[in-house]
């Protein structure tokens, strides 16, 4: 099983808006976009398939910059092209590709580990992938994630707003290339750090759309799965409710800790607070982060704290050698332990190009080994028009990148946007814990929007599958059960079910 890592913080800075930083490239769609056959499948491909780079140049301040090359694989709908979704998929991280999407959630394929260590894996058509109702662009993002990569590390150094301007470019683009599927209604979808990469990204192509840029997108909304708003009030305080109301920790620890500390587990205004964090830490670090109903596994070649060699001018800036364990860290502000990051901060890094050529990070609890056995052989390379090893290094579900979270919290985009009338399906896995449901369900209600539709179950295959809330401003909260933090990866059918319903404008 394969799931992608997500992590939250909060940062004040407002988003802001620029369309000149780029230059939009103007060639034809390559010929060889086309995948003709794919490694591992030998049946026919139920819908058409391509994949590629498309390349944004930068100039800024009459200067140009390295350019940025970013990959897609764009499977089309088979059922309609004409009429049905075209959706934009971005896994999280930040830094993690969304061909863990595309491998171990919706993509068109199941895939079978290979019968001896050095064989392919096997593809299987996937009855329940999103391309059955929908044409679907899987995109890594931002540049070097991935088989994105730039010939400049210092392109790696990004953040929530220049990822949401580079997305978008790459989208006006993208439809450059693919005018025929510029009338399709368009959406965003992404889960986990993709509560971040989502909203602002939608919030910059409404701003494009005012702007009247070309080529006009038929944006309609955006989904987001299991996501973090940037906002400690929810993402952080989320866990606490969760843990006790999943029987993690007992009544006592909870009413001591509510009593003494409120919701916030990172309150250090109170000396008992520390201690009572640490039972709380305690009774949760032997489970599986992204699904507590889920073992968890264990590299053996791998500890869950990986060493990243760092750069001095890192670690003067906070970034140690040797973080604490993840599980320990990646509630509220906490950060990703294997990404560079500093809280509001993109000062030079003059160090960048020195960081190690392998730039892979593990993730806890779960194993990538049969994507990266996929999309690490040079024949699945070349079949997909990705650069090759040697040229842009092995695929990792997750990279290290500098990254700046610079876009504050997503509560004001998610306003703006539902507001607007911009279609919003905010969708929970109830057994995740990297990103509890009750932090979505708390801030979906604190929008004060009038319930239209309230909380009730709603069914799939004929049993429950979870529940639902629905407000107005076409906003829609729902809860998938027995899921974890990668809901398709979990429930396939279910995921199908409502991703189609929620697409064709139907009651969930």
């Given at each position: 099983?394969?799931?992608?890592?997500?992590?939250?913080?909060?940062?004040?800075?407002?988003?802001l808006?620029?369309?000149g930083?780029f230059?939009?490239?103007?060639?034809?769609?390559p010929?060889?976009?086309?995948?003709?056959?794919?490694?591992?499948?030998?049946?026919?491909?139920?819908?058409?398939?391509?994949?590629?780079?498309?390349?944004?140049?930068?100039?800024?301040?009459?200067?140009?910059?390295?350019?940025?090359?970013?990959?897609?694989?764009?499977?089309?709908?088979?059922?309609?092209?004409?009429?049905?979704?075209?959706?934009?998929?971005?896994?999280?991280?930040?830094?993690?590709?969304s061909?863990?999407?595309?491998?171990?959630?919706h993509?068109p394929f199941?895939?079978?580990?290979?019968?001896?260590?050095?064989?392919?894996?096997?593809?299987?058509?996937?009855?329940?992938?999103?391309?059955?109702?929908?044409?679907?662009?899987?995109l890594?993002?931002?540049?070097?994630?991935?088989?994105?990569?730039?010939?400049?590390?210092?392109?790696?150094?990004?953040?929530?707003?220049?990822?949401?301007?580079?997305?978008?470019?790459?989208?006006?683009?993208?439809f450059?290339?693919?005018?025929?599927?510029?009338?399709?209604?368009?959406?965003?979808?992404?889960?986990?750090?993709?509560?971040?990469?989502?909203?602002?990204l939608?919030?910059?192509?409404?701003?494009?759309?005012?702007?009247?840029?070309?080529?006009?997108i038929?944006f309609?909304?955006?989904?987001?799965?299991?996501?973090?708003?940037?906002e400690?009030?929810?993402?952080?305080?989320?866990?606490?409710?969760?843990?006790?109301?999943?029987?993690?920790?007992?009544?006592?620890?909870?009413?001591?800790?509510?009593?003494?500390?409120?919701?916030?587990?990172?309150?250090?205004?109170?000396?008992?607070?520390?201690?009572?964090?640490?039972?709380?830490?305690?009774?949760?670090?032997?489970?599986?982060?992204?699904?507590?109903?889920?073992?968890?596994?264990?590299?053996?070649?791998?500890?869950?704290?990986?060493?990243?060699?760092?750069?001095?001018?890192?670690?003067?800036?906070?970034?140690t050698?040797?973080?604490?364990?993840?599980?320990?860290?990646?509630?509220?502000?906490?950060?990703?332990?294997?990404m560079?990051?500093?809280?509001?901060?993109?000062?030079?890094?003059?160090?960048?190009?020195?960081?190690?050529?392998?730039?892979?990070?593990?993730?806890?609890?779960?194993?990538?080994?049969?994507?990266?056995?996929?999309?690490?052989?040079?024949?699945?390379?070349?079949?997909?028009?990705?650069?090759?090893?040697?040229?842009?290094?092995?695929?990792?579900?997750?990279?290290?990148?500098?990254f700046?979270?610079d876009?504050?919290?997503?509560?004001?985009?998610?306003?703006?946007?539902?507001?607007?009338?911009?279609?919003?399906?905010?969708?929970?896995?109830?057994?995740?814990?990297?990103?509890?449901?009750?932090?979505?369900?708390?801030?979906?209600?604190?929008?004060?929007?009038?319930?239209?539709?309230?909380w009730?179950?709603?069914?799939?295959?004929?049993q429950?599958?979870?529940?639902?809330?629905?407000?107005?401003?076409?906003?829609?909260?729902?809860?998938?059960?027995?899921?974890?933090?990668?809901?398709?990866?979990y429930?396939?059918?279910?995921?199908?079910?409502?991703?189609?319903?929620?697409?064709?404008?139907?009651?969930?």
């Amino acid at each position: 099983m394969k799931i992608i890592v997500l992590f939250c913080m909060v940062i004040l800075i407002t988003i802001l808006s620029n369309y000149g930083n780029f230059i939009i490239i103007t060639e034809a769609a390559p010929p060889n976009s086309l995948i003709t056959q794919l490694p591992g499948f030998s049946a026919t491909f139920p819908s058409k398939h391509y994949s590629g780079y498309i390349t944004l140049d930068g100039r800024q301040n009459n200067k140009i910059s390295p350019p940025k090359n970013l990959f897609y694989y764009f499977v089309e709908s088979e059922r309609n092209t004409d009429k049905d979704a075209v959706v934009l998929w971005l896994n999280g991280g930040p830094g993690c590709s969304s061909f863990d999407g595309f491998v171990y959630e919706h993509g068109p394929f199941n895939f079978q580990a290979g019968k001896t260590k050095n064989s392919l894996p096997l593809l299987h058509p996937n009855p329940y992938s999103w391309s059955k109702v929908a044409s679907i662009i899987y995109l890594d993002s931002p540049t070097g994630v991935g088989l994105s990569y730039s010939e400049n590390q210092t392109k790696y150094q990004t953040g929530d707003v220049q990822t949401a301007r580079d997305t978008h470019t790459f989208l006006l683009k993208w439809f450059e290339q693919f005018p025929e599927f510029s009338k399709n209604p368009f959406y965003v979808a992404g889960e986990s750090y993709g509560g971040i990469y989502v909203p602002t990204l939608a919030s910059e192509i409404v701003e494009g759309l005012k702007a009247k840029v070309n080529p006009t997108i038929n944006f309609k909304g955006y989904a987001v799965g299991n996501g973090v708003t940037a906002e400690q009030k929810y993402d952080g305080n989320a866990l606490l409710p969760f843990a006790h109301g999943m029987a993690l920790i007992s009544d006592d620890l909870y009413r001591e800790f509510t009593n003494s500390c409120g919701l916030d587990i990172e309150s250090d205004g109170v000396p008992e607070c520390q201690g009572y964090r640490d039972k709380l830490y305690k009774a949760i670090q032997g489970l599986n982060i992204y699904d507590i109903l889920e073992p968890c596994y264990h590299n053996p070649g791998n500890e869950n704290t990986k060493n990243l060699s760092l750069p001095n001018s890192f670690k003067q800036l906070g970034v140690t050698d040797k973080p604490h364990p993840v599980r320990k860290r990646m509630f509220g502000r906490a950060w990703p332990y294997q990404m560079l990051v500093k809280d509001g901060l993109v000062p030079s890094w003059p160090e960048l190009n020195s960081l190690q050529t392998d730039r892979r990070v593990s993730v806890p609890c779960t194993s990538d080994e049969v994507a990266a056995a996929w999309l690490n052989n040079e024949s699945v390379r070349k079949a997909i028009h990705a650069k090759s090893v040697n040229e842009i290094g092995s695929w990792s579900l997750c990279m290290s990148l500098v990254f700046n979270h610079d876009a504050g919290s997503m509560i004001k985009y998610h306003q703006n946007l539902t507001t607007q009338g911009y279609r919003a399906l905010i969708y929970s896995g109830d057994h995740d814990l990297c990103v509890p449901y009750t932090g979505t369900q708390a801030w979906t209600s604190s929008l004060g929007y009038q319930i239209l539709d309230e909380w009730r179950p709603w069914t799939s295959n004929n049993q429950v599958a979870g529940y639902v809330q629905a407000y107005e401003h076409n906003l829609t909260f729902i809860t998938i059960k027995g899921a974890g933090h990668t809901v398709p990866e979990y429930k396939p059918r279910e995921a199908l079910d409502f991703f189609s319903r929620w697409l064709e404008g139907k009651s969930i």
